[in-house]
């Protein structure tokens, strides 16, 4: 491995290096073909070039270099727009871009403190009420409280001490795939969820922590990690082989809680008659019996 490779999977507090990192990674996916460039012959770097890039977004090939290099540039939002343009972005990615640029703007600030994320004791009686399986969730998936039905979701995952309860490494395992059938899109997923709030949290002491330990013991989560892929957590599906009920396919919300940043509500539903709210009630009715 290499040290650029290296760097990938480390967390940073410089935000001009992950801005730097996120550009490249973008350009190199988008073909020339797909913005109505001719390939060309005897190209030696995957997807656009750089002075491809800028000659798109309208910005000198110079300037773009140094943003993709780290150096000290201050992209105005049009610049920026241009950029995401350019590169097909998504909401999310665009929000990531203009994120990144607006913390790489900021002069540094002195390290601060990063308090325990912690579940009110209201929510904890809110939670033991729900009849839905419902995880409160920390902004670096680490799960801090869970209601009754999902606790029989998860099973021995909730005997773990807390520092080991995060939602990824409950994934990154194989014999994850015989009770998650789409574990290796859930884990894209989880990852991409991931690596947007570490860029919205920079220098924060956990996610170097879990990015840290998770790359140095999966080469799965190593190899995703690099993309720099990002997706807000808002909501999804989830499809789950259970022990004692069987196959379940269920859709999941998240919500807010109070706080800036707070932990997030996330709820797995299933659609109304059908067979996974059957054996969503069948498993309700087996803890019931416990």
Known sequence: MTDDSLD??????DPRRELAEFLRTRRTRVRPQDVGLEPGPRRRVAGLRREELALLAGVSSDYYQRMERGR????????????????NFTAE?????????????????????HAPEEVPPTTLR?????????????????VLAWSPLAGALLGEFTQRPR????????????????????????VAELTAMLRAQVAAHPGHPRAAELVGELAVHSGEF????ARHDVEETTRGRMRVNHPLVGELNLDWDAYPL???????????????????????QLLAGLLDTR
């Open 72 to 87: 000290d540039v201050h992209p105005s939002e049009q610049v920026l727009d241009a950029l995401a343009r350019a590169l």
């Open 93 to 113: 990615e665009s929000r990531h871009l203009h994120g990144l640029a607006a913390a790489a703007r900021t002069t540094a600030r002195r390290p601060r403190e």
């Open 258 to 280: 109070p706080g800036d940043p707070g932990p997030m509500l996330i709820v797995y539903t299933a659609e109304d008659g059908g067979p996974d709210a059957e054996r969503l």
């Open 222 to 225: 190593a190899t995703l990690w």
């Open 8 to 13: 990938a999977l480390t967390v940073t507090d």
């Open 126 to 142: 809110l939670l033991h009420t729900m009849p839905s399986p419902a995880l409160v969730v920390g902004r670096f998936l680490d």
């Open 163 to 186: 520092a080991q309860r995060n939602l990824l490494p409950l994934l990154l395992y194989p014999e994850a795939d015989q009770t998650c059938p789409e574990r290796a899109a859930t």
